[in-house]
Structures are given as C-alpha cells and as structure tokens.
C-alpha cells in the first residue's frame, strides 16, 4: 500500500539498553538507514537523576554496533543542564559522542517534566531547578565542541557532519506533509492534524472493522499555520523566509536584526548565535 521510494530515508531510535548486533543487522536487512540512540550523558551521577538505567558506556557501544552492520546515519542524543551536572561532565560526554564515530548528534536542555521523580525532587527541594545562564553556558561548550570537530548546526538542537542531516525532522520543520501509521502516530494533511488512536488493541480493532484508527483531529487555520512556520522555520541554519512575515513582523525582524539576534541573508532571517540561546523570545516578538 505505500510503495518506498529508492533513496527514502528510513528512520527509527532505540534505547541503548534494549540494542544488540542482531538487532542492528536486523534492521539494515529491513531497510533502516539511520538510527537514533539515547545517550543523554556519560556521567553516572548525570544518568542517575534522569532515572536512566544505562550504563555510561553502553549507548557508546551501540553506535559502534550500529555501523558495524551498516548504518552510515548514527544519531545519539545528549542533555545537558541537569542538575549535578558540570562543565566537564558535559565536555567529556560530547567528546565521548565525537570519538563514537557518529555523524548526528542532538543537545537539549534539561526540561523538568510534570509527573517524573526528578520533577518531584525538584519541588521538593531535593535538586536545584536548572539555572538558564547555565543552559545557555552549556549551549556554547556543546556548540563550541562539536563545531570544532567538523559537525555544523543545522537546527538550534541539532548538529551533523556534512550529509548527515535527518530528512525526517527537516521535513517536520520546514512545514512538510507526513501520514502517520500505527498506534499513536501523528499525521498532518493539507491543513489536517490528526492522531491515532493510542492502544495497539484499540488501533487492531478499527481496522478489523473496517474504520479509520483516528483518536481525534484539528484542522489549522492560516493563523496557526503561520506561528507554525515562523516557529518551525527560524530555527533552521537556511532560516525564515522574510516573505512570509506581515509588514508588521517585518519591521519587528529589522528589530531583531539591530539586536544582534538574527542577520538577514538572501532574503532570510538567520539566528545568530545569541538569536539560538534566545530563539523562544525572538519568535514571540515577532509574533506579538
């Protein structure tokens, strides 16, 4: 039912923990071409107040796995601003991304999510809230690394060696069209968002009978799809189309411009580096 074209990239993420060569050569033999690996850290105290049950080393051993059964694309993610988190635990760990031999690699601040036990120690008083001058200084080391060792940004998050870059989130940011399949899966169709139905059981059963596994829908009107484009694509290296600002958000990038957060190149709008540290802000005062 959905023929795949001959240079489609194909794209999955595993946790480390849950990996082996077999499943690896399983997954090249499938036709998988690149793959996404949790790492967050190779600091043990760092792993240990995100709940992670890896070993510092083992995400390492993956990639390693990863390429030896034929996996040219190799992303692993990092995370950075923990608490309990230094400098040089978030420098060894880029390092340690680096010398794995990967082409991808991902860095997020830390965000303490609702509901989690490092949420809980947080309120509690257990942990410090992360610090945003420390995320920011964090930004900059993991920037700073991995630009020295040949990998260029190509999303704030986001940086690859030259042809790594994951067509699969570029295609998401650029405001692409996907078709979600599966339980759980997103989709976004003309100016349709909808999501499937969460339960494998329950997804099973409507397409036994016949339906659409379709949990529920929003269909976008121009104005969600424009703070989705000026969200989605100021992020990128390649940046924002200044043609599709409003003479009044026009005015306003001439704002940001002077405030050294973004240039504008070939009629785009580009982030500067501080425009990155900054991007949530830049976007809403373009917006507002």
């Known amino acids: 039912h959905f023929p795949i074209a001959d240079d489609a990239e194909v794209t999955t993420e595993a946790n480390p923990e849950s990996t082996s060569p077999e499943l690896f050569a399983a997954l090249r033999a499938a036709g998988f071409t690149r793959i996404s690996l949790g790492m967050q850290s190779v600091a043990p105290h760092v792993l240990a107040a995100l709940d992670r049950v890896h070993s510092p080393g083992r995400p390492l051993a993956a990639a390693a796995e990863a390429r030896a059964e034929g996996f040219d694309h190799i992303n692993l993610d990092l995370i950075y601003g923990t608490p309990g988190e230094t400098d040089d635990d978030l420098r060894r760990s880029v390092d ?64 690859s060696r030259p042809g790594g870059a994951c067509r699969h989130n570029l295609g998401y940011w ?54 989705e484009d000026v969200m989605l694509q100021l992020r990128l290296r390649s940046g924002l189309p200044v043609a599709l600002l409003s003479a009044a958000e026009a005015d306003r990038a001439d704002v940001a411009v002077a405030d050294g957060l973004a240039v504008r190149r070939a009629e785009r709008l580009v982030l500067t580096e501080r425009g990155r540290l900054l991007a949530d802000a830049v976007v809403r005062d373009l917006l507002d």
Request: charged share 25%.
């Open 96 to 159: 340690a991304a680096i010398e794995a031999g990967v082409d991808h690699v991902s860095g997020y601040a830390l965000v303490v999510e609702d509901g989690t036990a490092l949420a809980r120690r947080v309120r509690r008083g257990e942990l410090p809230a992360p610090d945003n001058d420390v995320l920011a200084q964090r930004y900059e080391l993991l920037d700073a690394h991995l630009s020295r060792a040949g990998f260029d940004w190509y999303e704030v998050s986001n940086w």
């Open 174 to 227: 650029a405001g692409g069209e996907w078709w979600g399949a599966g339980p759980g899966a997103h989709g976004y169709v003309g100016h349709t968002r909808w999501w499937n139905v969460k339960h494998p059981n329950a997804y099973a059963q409507a397409l036994a009978d016949g339906r659409l596994p379709v949990g529920d829908f929003e269909v976008l009107d121009d104005d969600a799809r424009h703070t």
